[in-house]
């Protein structure tokens, strides 16, 4: 790995860990990154599970206000969603994904049609009667983390967004650290029986470190409603990248 491959790396994990922390699309910066600094499709996705696993730290370190009184909350949901990510990750090795890659467009557009109506679906979600458990959606989610991956965040950060009356900083926090949880167990299951490139990956998390330590403090001083429809429209933008893609 020359000079330039490694300044790239570190300031795509900068980039990364913003892009995560205040969007959820980490991936969609970190992922051609590692492309373009020479890993082969299958490493790059491996290699990218594991450098960010960072994520989580820089955002707990960045958003303990957010933070703050969330503990049960996000012990409670990392289980699911992590028990989701191994199952996820045990999948990928055994099944392949071009099937899969069909379905992925759709899922990321629900995830930013829920952002944009959020304040309706909370309220059908909060109605007295049955509705169908939040944590279902976390361990389907943590499946899909752990399984493809491509805004993943997105998706969580609509279903615990449509489940709880809070500020978008707040589930944002949540989400990160609770994907972190799904994203760890993937990130050991490939550590252990994969390509990992190891070097690309430290210097990507590296980045990643500084980049989600940043992001909660720019979530907190953006007007909740127009950072939504920016996340809405970049999710929209990466859904029809993958449909083109899987085409």
């Not at 600094?37 to 820089?58: E, F, H, R, Y």
Request: include cysteine; charge should be positive; proline fraction near 6%.
């Amino acid at each position: 790995m020359d000079h330039q491959q490694a300044a790239l790396l570190l300031l795509g994990g900068v980039g990364c860990g913003l892009t995560g922390s205040i969007a959820g699309l980490a991936s969609l910066v970190s992922y051609p990154v590692l492309l373009a600094a020479g890993l082969p499709p299958v490493a790059a996705s491996m290699t990218n599970t594991v450098a960010l696993v960072a994520a989580p730290a820089g955002m707990v370190a960045g958003a303990r206000r957010e933070l703050r009184g969330q503990r049960r909350r996000i012990l409670r949901a990392s289980g699911v969603c992590t028990a989701g990510g191994i199952t996820g990750g045990v999948l990928l090795m055994s099944t392949p994904s071009t099937a899969f890659e069909v379905i992925v467009p759709f899922l990321i557009v629900l995830g930013a049609l829920a952002l944009l109506f959020r304040e309706g679906l909370r309220d059908w979600y909060t109605r007295p009667g049955w509705r169908p458990p939040l944590g279902i959606a976390i361990f389907l989610i943590g499946v899909y983390g752990g399984y493809f991956g491509a805004a993943a965040g997105v998706l969580l950060l609509a279903a615990m967004g449509v489940a709880a009356v809070e500020p978008l900083a707040v589930t944002n926090a949540v989400k990160t650290v609770v994907l972190g949880a799904a994203n760890l167990a993937a990130a050991l299951l490939y550590a252990l029986t994969g390509p990992v490139a190891w070097s690309a990956a430290a210097l990507l998390a590296a980045g990643c470190l500084v980049g989600s330590w940043i992001g909660p403090a720019v979530v907190r001083r953006t007007p909740e409603r127009p950072l939504r429809v920016i996340i809405a429209v970049a999710a929209v933008g990466l859904a029809v990248y993958l449909w083109w893609k899987a085409a």
